[in-house]
T-cell receptor, first 114, second 111 residues
Framework: GAGVSQSPSNKVTEKGKDVELRCDPI?????LYWYRQSLGQGLEFLIY????????KSGLPSDRFSAERTGGSVSTLTIQRTQQEDSAVYLC????????????FGPGTRLTVL | LAKTTQPISMDSYEGQEVNITCSHN???????ITWYQQFPSQGPRFIIQ???TKVTNEVASLFIPADRKSSTLSLPRVSLSDTAVYYC????????????FGSGTRLLVRP
């Protein structure tokens, strides 16, 4: 596809379970970002990838959150031992080369922790 | 990062010009001003970015006065599909990805 895709679009899980969220950036984009957006709130930065490395992980809220990117393309955000406060829309974005390039966002994954 | 203030909501009618103003009194010398649009259940979409004076693209215009303490996003002849939340962000280009989106301005375009 032409845009950023994310899966699943919706995820409902029970408190304490682990979840994996996937992001497929635009083909050829080397920079990838994860954000989360709580209901009615603005975006909160989580992590930035340049290629397969993450020069900025400063937004990850706790050590339950981790992310990886393989082959300079697909990225997975993993949340371990989910808590109710983790419920949010998790958005992924990519940009062509670097952090100053325009970001293109995916549709997001709505995570609900019961 | 500069704090921004925008109206919580605005109403307009199809075909009208809509101007959304954002205040950023403590903008720094190396800060840029960027506007995003977000529809329900979608990620934000970049609209326009500027540093000073006026910037225009195929979607909107951005007016920035000389003191840069505010900026105005202008949407010409809005349509129903322009109903969305509009976010104003201010910060340096090299860390723009870390900019915190506030609550934005909810624009409702009526027939």
């Amino acid at each position: 596809g032409a845009g950023v895709s994310q899966s699943p679009s919706n995820k409902v899980t029970e408190k304490g379970k682990d979840v994996e969220l996937r992001c497929d950036p635009i083909s050829g984009h080397t920079a990838l970002y994860w954000y989360r957006q709580s209901l009615g709130q603005g975006l909160e930065f989580l992590i930035y990838f340049q290629g397969n490395s993450a020069p900025d992980k400063s937004g990850l809220p706790s050590d339950r959150f981790s992310a990886e990117r393989t082959g300079g393309s697909v990225s997975t955000l993993t949340i371990q031992r989910t808590q109710q406060e983790d419920s949010a829309v998790y958005l992924c974005a990519s940009s062509l080369y670097q952090e100053t390039d325009t970001q293109y966002f995916g549709p997001g994954t709505r995570l609900t922790v019961l | 990062l500069a704090k921004t203030t925008q109206p919580i909501s605005m109403d307009s009618y199809e075909g009208q010009e809509v101007n959304i103003t954002c205040s950023h009194n403590n903008i720094a010398t190396n800060d840029y001003i960027t506007w995003y649009q977000q529809f329900p259940s979608q990620g934000p979409r970049f609209i326009i970015q500027g540093y000073k004076t006026k910037v225009t693209n195929e979607v909107a215009s951005l007016f920035i006065p000389a003191d840069r303490k505010s900026s105005t996003l202008s949407l010409p002849r809005v349509s129903l599909s322009d109903t969305a939340v509009y976010y104003c962000l201010v910060g340096p280009m090299d860390s723009s990805y870390k900019l915190i989106f506030g609550s934005g301005t909810r624009l409702l375009v009526r027939p």
